[in-house]
């Protein structure tokens, strides 16, 4: 288990800013682990050459997964392929779960109304509690500084910030990775106190 000793948790959270390597991160801790990899990448692939950055660093994770490891990109329906992977008769049932991002499954959902919002969320998060594999859900930090311009910047930055800190509640391992180095945030902090 990639979790923190003692601990029942099975999700494991990898945050951090762009381009700090938390990508990285959960990828050496998946392959640490020992089980076979499912990774669920849930960023929107382009395809069209509307947007060469996104594509070469979609195809940089391609390229630095095993070969061993089966991929998946569920787009907007990740709840849908982690519960279709829970089930015990899925091919797939026993292999850790490696999920990539949930700023890009957010992004998916920005439309929605609050209300449902709520209710796919909550969806997520009772997924992500149910017994099973570990899983290792990489979480972009957002809000660092810069307000956002636009009303959709700042819900995607309020919605992101509350979902992680309901699923730092119940992490059993979570890594803050910046500049290239991975701090271990169980053993260097401390809850914030509910308001």
Not at 69 to 77: I, V
Not at 167 to 181: K, Q, T
Request: with cysteine.
């Amino acid at each position: 288990m990639v979790g923190v000793e003692g601990t029942t948790s099975r999700l494991v959270l990898v945050s951090g800013p762009s381009r700090g390597g938390k990508s990285r991160w959960a990828e050496h801790l998946a392959a640490q682990d020992g089980r076979p990899v499912l990774y669920l990448a849930t960023g929107a692939p382009s395809g069209d050459g509307r947007d060469p950055d996104w594509e070469q660093r979609v195809e940089a994770h391609r390229r630095r997964r095993p070969v061993d490891w089966s991929c998946l990109e569920p787009g907007a329906d990740l709840q849908g392929a982690l519960e279709e992977r829970l089930q015990n008769h899925h091919p797939q049932a026993s292999h850790l779960l490696l999920v990539d991002s949930l700023g890009s499954w957010l992004a998916w959902h920005l439309e929605d109304s609050d209300t449902r919002w709520q209710q796919r969320s909550a969806q997520l998060l009772a997924t992500l509690l149910q017994p099973g594999p570990p899983v290792v859900l990489v979480v972009e930090e957002t809000g660092w500084g810069v307000v956002p311009p636009t009303a959709i910047g700042g819900l995607f930055r309020d919605r992101l910030g509350a979902l992680h800190q309901q699923l730092m509640r119940h992490a059993g391992s979570a890594w803050l990775v910046l500049g290239g180095r991975a701090l271990d945030l169980m053993q260097l902090s401390h809850p914030v106190p509910e308001a």
